[in-house]
Antibody, heavy 122, light 107 residues
Framework: QLQLQESGPGLVKPSETLSLTCTVS??????????WAWIRQPPEKGLEWIGD???????YYNPSLESRLTMSVDTSKNQFSLRLTSVTAADTGVYYC??????????????WGQGTLVTVSS | DIQMTQSPSSLSASVGDRVTVTCRAS??????LNWYQEKPGKAPKLLIY???SLQSGVPSRISGSGSGTDFTLTISSLQPDDFATYYC?????????FGQGTKVDIK
């Protein structure tokens, strides 16, 4: 059974960089079939897609975050990561990692981590 | 960006009730629509993809329908495990976008 687990600091100061890692177990990030995604949920709000990355490095970013966002994959550790610069309080929320897949020609997020709360505050 | 609007934002229901959640897209998305269930402290779970296809392992009391701009998630007989928040998500074009969620709680 595929499992994803987010890790990283729970508190980040404004203007600094938020860095999170997702460790994948029960499967390989170096798969030709999947992209790996980050999705977040600000307090009392809905879900927001952040971006997807393929193990070869191809990325799709949400335009609203693209100027501050970098995603990467480390196949040797079976992990993928998120780096978001110049954070503000608006970046506070629960951050999820997920697997992006296709089924019957339909894109979907079929496995998710439990999420990690990141608070931006001084 | 394609905006996804869910209604209602919350509802109260009893075990055994039939529950319907609606999702409307700001433009036609064919059947590129997924539904997820979220519970506090747990990983979100894919329920429905392609508007009406049931993800493996999801009980058949859950179903989805719709195409174009209007979609529905239906739980035919609400069970205790179904009290949760439900989100729709369009996979027609990037950025992939979600509805704001519908919380189903106990009446």
């Amino acid at each position: 059974q595929l499992q994803l687990q987010e890790s990283g600091p729970g508190l980040v100061k404004p203007s600094e960089t938020l860095s999170l890692t997702c460790t994948v177990s029960g499967g390989s990030v170096a798969s030709h079939s999947y992209y790996w995604a980050w999705i977040r949920q600000p307090p009392e709000k809905g879900l927001e897609w952040i971006g997807d990355i393929f193990y070869g490095g191809r990325t799709y970013y949400n335009p609203s975050l693209e100027s501050r966002l970098t995603m990467s994959v480390d196949t040797s550790k079976n992990q993928f990561s998120l780096r978001l610069t110049s954070v503000t309080a608006a970046d506070t929320g629960v951050y999820y990692c997920a697997r992006r897949a296709y089924n019957s020609g339909r894109l979907l997020f079929d496995y998710w981590g439990q999420g990690t709360l990141v608070t931006v505050s001084s | 960006d394609i905006q996804m609007t869910q209604s209602p934002s919350s509802l109260s229901a009893s075990v055994g009730d039939r529950v319907t959640v609606t999702c409307r897209a700001s433009q036609s998305i064919s059947t590129f629509l997924n539904w997820y269930q979220e519970k506090p402290g747990k990983a979100p779970k894919l329920l429905i993809y392609g508007a009406s296809s049931l993800q493996s392992g999801v009980p058949s009391r859950i179903s989805g329908s719709g195409s174009g701009t209007d979609f529905t998630l239906t739980i035919s007989s609400l069970q205790p495990d179904d009290f949760a928040t439900y989100y729709c998500q369009q996979s027609y074009s990037t950025p992939w976008t979600f509805g704001q969620g519908t919380k189903v709680d106990i009446k």
